[in-house]
Every structure is written in structure tokens, then in C-alpha cells.
């Protein structure tokens, strides 16, 4: 269940996005990544903003606090969260464990 890392001051999550879906959620967790389903369409950057915009206000953190830094253009993608982040991806993967 360890979709996440931390490393220094930052947390690297790897994501699976599924783009397209009728609504935004987090579908679980699969092979190491958080599995998201994001209803904007996979052109011109619109799921990767409906990403970064899902993922804060489920957080609780500024959107500008998320970057992505793999995948742009692949439903696979590495993001980083500040360090300040990691009880609640902690209580994310709680949650969701629990749902299970």
C-alpha cells in the first residue's frame, strides 16, 4: 500500500489516472499507486488540472503545492507534495483501507 515516499522536504505519489469517468474519485489503490478517476479528458492538459484540483481539495492544500512532476501526457504519473503533507496521505490510505 506504500504509494507514496517521502524524500527530504518533499512526498512523491505515484498515481494510475483513469480520465473521462463521470465523476472525480479515488478509485483505491493498485501496484503501488493511488488510482484516480478524473471526468476532464485527457487533452490539452485538462485532466492534469482536474488532478492538481481533485487532490488539493481532497487534502486540504494549495493546488499550487501539488506539481507534477512525470506523466504529463501518460495516465501514470509521479507527483510531489510538501513534506507537510504526509498524516494526511497517511489518513487517505487509512480511509481507504478501511473502505476495503
Known sequence: MAFYTVQKDKIIVHI???PGK???KIAGIANNELCLYIKAPPEKGKAN???LKFL????DISRTDIEIKAG???RHKTLLFPAGSREK?????GTLSAEE
Do not use: D, F, G, Y
Open 56 to 59: 488539493a481539495k481532497k487534502l
Open 89 to 93: 496521505l497517511k489518513n487517505l490510505a
Open 22 to 24: 463521470p465523476v472525480n
Open 16 to 18: 494510475r489516472v483513469t
Open 72 to 74: 504529463h501526457a501518460n
Open 49 to 51: 488540472k482536474e488532478i
